[in-house]
């Protein structure tokens, strides 16, 4: 399952636009940060140049995501959409914990501002990043593509701070206002990114996918017509919006064209109700017994020997 041409296209354009739009706003922030001496401006400077490293893994992974699948990357490329979610979220902690650090500097050591400068440029980044974060939202909800998506919401969100604080600092002349709201810039980012990189970890150590619960999925099953019990059963990610489920499943003693029905109802239920297109299902119809967590049949210990997990 690739992701889809037409929707690629778009996915690349828009992150063609963004990656241009961002770059051109990280030179215009970190200038007017460094001749206002706002550390609210800087550190939005670092967190929009993180959103262009984002930008660029993003567009990198969407194009890895498109290529077929091989004989030595069977399931081809999917999963590099995560990684590159994955390698952002990242980032951006490390930018947060930078930010952090530079405004506990800042509050002890005050420093004097230039308010006009600071709410005239994050006047010009909530109107760009509030546009790229639109057109993202309407591309894909691709785990690759949200983890840019927060960063530019987080963007959008932050900058407006900048506007609100360099108001304050315009009518109260409180510089402390600007390291203060650069600490609410990095709590911002740094919550966001726990949230990819938990979710991203999760699919990357092949983990249950979020909003899928097991215990349901094996009661679904055992209740179809023909199945007498379900076990061995796994169900996991491929790439954010793809997942795989491999499961025995003890039926009776029928021939072949029997058991295709079964098989059939197997897949139509996994398909409508829990949105898993790919499977692999193994048919048994003896009494199993876990021995050195392999699943052995009581009735011919050599013949029905294979090695897959521990059964649940």
């Not at 930008?55 to 290529?67: D, G, H, K, M, Y």
């Not at 004097?112 to 993202?136: H, T």
């Not at 990819?196 to 990357?204: G, P, S």
Request: hydrophobic share 55%.
């Amino acid at each position: 399952m690739h992701v889809h041409g037409a929707n690629t296209a778009a996915m690349q354009r828009v992150l063609r636009l963004s990656l241009i739009a961002t770059i051109a706003y990280v030179v215009l922030t970190l200038l007017a940060g460094l001749r206002a001496h706002s550390l609210a401006l800087v550190s939005e400077a670092g967190h929009n140049a993180s959103d262009a490293l984002a930008i660029v893994l993003s567009f990198v992974a969407v194009w890895f995501q498109t290529r077929p699948a091989n004989d030595q990357k069977t399931f081809g490329y999917q999963r590099a959409g995560v990684l590159a979610a994955f390698l952002n979220a990242l980032t951006l902690i490390v930018i947060a914990g930078w930010i952090a650090f530079e405004a506990f500097h800042r509050i002890s050591h005050p420093t004097p501002v230039q308010p006009r400068i600071m709410m005239f440029v994050a006047a010009a980044g909530v109107l760009m990043n509030g546009l790229i974060a639109a057109m993202l939202w309407r591309v894909s909800h691709d785990i690759n593509i949200r983890s840019v998506f927060i960063h530019m919401l987080g963007d959008t969100l932050s900058t407006a701070a900048v506007i609100v604080g360099g108001l304050v600092i315009l009518l109260t002349g409180r510089t402390w206002i600007d390291p203060a709201l650069s600490l609410a810039i990095a709590a911002l980012i740094l919550w966001s990114s726990i949230a990819i990189v938990r979710e991203t970890l999760n699919i990357l150590l092949e983990g249950t996918p979020r909003g899928i619960s097991l215990v349901e999925i094996r009661t679904t099953l055992a209740a179809i017509e023909g199945v007498e019990d379900v076990h061995d059963l796994h169900v996991w990610s491929l790439g954010s919006n793809t997942h795989a489920l491999a499961s025995h499943v003890i039926i009776a003693d029928i021939p072949p064209s029997a058991s295709n029905l079964i098989l059939d109802r197997i897949k139509l239920v996994l398909r409508e109700r829990f949105f898993i297109h790919h499977t692999t299902l193994q048919f048994e119809h003896v009494d199993c017994e876990v021995a050195h967590g392999c699943l052995v049949s009581l009735e011919e210990p050599e013949a029905h020997h294979h090695h897959h997990g521990h059964a649940h």
